[in-house]
């Protein structure tokens, strides 16, 4: 076991999610100390159980992460408990599909908007002011492959994912020199079960697998990228 982490706090947005869950254990399993936030108390009940021997590491916190006061006193209380935050991983999305831009309700448009751009916003923002304190840290906001790759159907999710990217971005070049870096992961469609109820006749051995993005955020958060800043990193597997 790796301990790239130890004595680090990191912050796993969505961390009881598919993908979310996958980061939370592998910070866990390299020594991090983990806050993890959570819409469903059954989701955080099973991560503990999968934490087994690094359950002492993690706090659970139900926080709506796209309500900007919420995530800012989420932020200040992780600084004062910890006196320090480390790292901040966005897993937060939903998706809609399958609908054509003129037939889409508004309402889905604002929820993914709200989903896949605002909890990166409000994330983002409380926590630069924290890791500015400290010239140090590092965010990684998951965005998706639709953010480059903007198929038909699907405007209301390519435009929020694009807008994510560009958000971060922009970050990047506000952070250059300050210690604190931010880069975007773009997965393809990752091989989760509630992609596999949804889609049962795909290939699933084409779609990277949420341990291996895992992987690639941890490096993002590590010291070893240090001098990554500003990327948006394509996961894609073999699709």
């Known amino acids: ?17 598919g993908l979310g869950r996958a980061v939370t254990l592998a910070f866990l399993e390299e020594s991090a100390k983990v806050v993890a936030t959570y ?34 006193q989420l932020i200040e209380k992780i600084v004062g408990k910890y ?21 889409l309700e508004t309402k889905v448009f604002d929820q993914l908007l709200a989903l896949n751009l605002r909890s990166g916003y409000a994330l983002s923002r409380a926590a630069v002011r ?21 198929a038909g159907g699907a405007a209301a999710y390519a435009a929020s994912k694009s807008a994510a990217v560009a958000l971060l971005d922009s970050l990047a070049a506000d952070l250059k020199g300050s210690g604190v870096r931010a ?23 084409k779609w990277p697998k ?23 990193i394509p996961v894609y597997g073999d699709s």
Not at 130 to 150: S, Y
């Open 1 to 17: 076991m790796s301990a790239r982490f130890e004595g680090k706090v990191v912050l796993v947005a969505g961390g009881t999610g």
């Open 210 to 232: 949420p341990e291996e993005i895992a992987r690639v955020i941890l490096f993002l958060c590590s010291d070893d990228a240090r001098v990554i800043h500003g990327a948006a």
């Open 83 to 103: 006196r320090r935050l480390d790292a901040v991983v966005n897993t937060v999305g939903g998706y809609v599909g399958g609908t054509k831009l003129w037939e």
């Open 39 to 72: 819409r469903k108390q059954e989701e955080l009940d099973a991560l503990k159980i999968r934490a087994g021997v690094h359950t002492a590491q993690l706090d659970g916190v139900a926080v709506d992460v796209t309500d900007e006061a919420a995530v800012r």
């Open 130 to 150: 924290a890791m500015l304190k400290e010239g140090h840290g590092a965010i990684v906001n998951v965005a998706a492959k639709a953010a480059v790759d903007h």
């Open 183 to 205: 880069n975007t992961v773009l997965p393809s469609i990752i091989d989760t079960e509630a992609n596999r109820k949804a889609m049962p006749q795909a290939d699933f051995a």
